[in-house]
């Protein structure tokens, strides 16, 4: 079974405090690990995408790691703001198709 | 990357009428994906629509209850037939636009479905 599981399901922190998200999943084929945030009611907006041979990627305050050898990807946000309250969702990719996780629903705190 | 749109946002529907959605993108793409995200649940991938060829469903889903179409390379259309309370969820098509070489998908807005 494909699975991708994200720790913590929810996370409260006060604003300016920066976090780390989980993503694991058991099947270490991997081509790319892609990092996708959902407000709520919404589509998905993808923030970052991991190739199988890179081992992170930075946009702005998110930064984004892989290790294939554990199965586990992070995304890390710098000095969290209340606009980055939604749902964190990682991705991975076979190359064949796409497995989501089960989301971190994150709420920032003014 | 692609700009993706789609119709309705948003419908509440009677149990057994069917509901069409639209996909459309704003430039051509090989590939298009439909996903189902029942409430609280992550995105389950229904089928992938490839222009010109039949539509390829996933385990747990028949052509009979999502038939899809493929018109031309900027559009797509999922129906959801026979509709039944646990058919509720957010539908949402998805393309690979081929701006990156990455297979990196970008998604539409969804279309939130309740069926009474």
């Known amino acids: 079974k494909q699975e991708v599981t994200q720790i913590p399901a929810a996370l409260s922190v006060p604003e300016g405090e920066n976090l780390v998200l989980n993503c694991s999943f058991t099947d270490s084929a991997i081509y790319n690990l892609q990092w996708f945030r959902q407000d709520p009611g919404k589509g998905l907006t993808s923030l970052l995408l991991i190739q199988s041979s890179q081992r992170e990627q930075t946009s702005g305050r998110l930064n984004a790691s892989l290790d294939k050898s554990s199965g586990r990807s992070t995304l890390y946000i710098a000095a969290s703001q209340p606009g980055d309250s939604a749902t964190y969702l990682c991705?991975?990719?076979?190359?064949?198709?796409?497995?989501f996780g089960t989301g971190t629903s994150l709420t920032v705190i003014p | 990357s692609a700009v993706i749109s789609q119709k309705p946002s948003r419908d509440i529907c009677q149990r057994g009428t069917s509901l069409t959605i639209q996909c459309q993108v704003d430039s051509q793409v090989t590939m298009m994906f439909w996903y189902r995200q029942q409430p609280g649940q992550s995105l389950t991938l229904i089928a992938t629509?490839?222009?010109?060829?039949?539509?390829?469903?996933e385990s747990g889903f028949v052509i009979d209850k999502f038939p899809i179409s493929r018109p031309n390379l900027t559009f797509s259309t999922l129906t959801v037939s026979n509709m039944s309370p646990e058919d509720s969820s957010i539908y949402l098509c998805?393309?690979?636009?081929?701006?990156?070489?990455?297979?990196?998908?970008?998604f539409g807005p969804g279309t939130r479905l309740t069926v009474l």
């Open positions: 998805s393309v690979d636009d081929g701006s990156s070489s990455y297979n990196e998908q970008f």
């Open positions: 629509a490839n222009q010109g060829s039949e539509a390829t469903y």
């Open positions: 991705a991975r990719d076979t190359g064949n198709q796409f497995y």
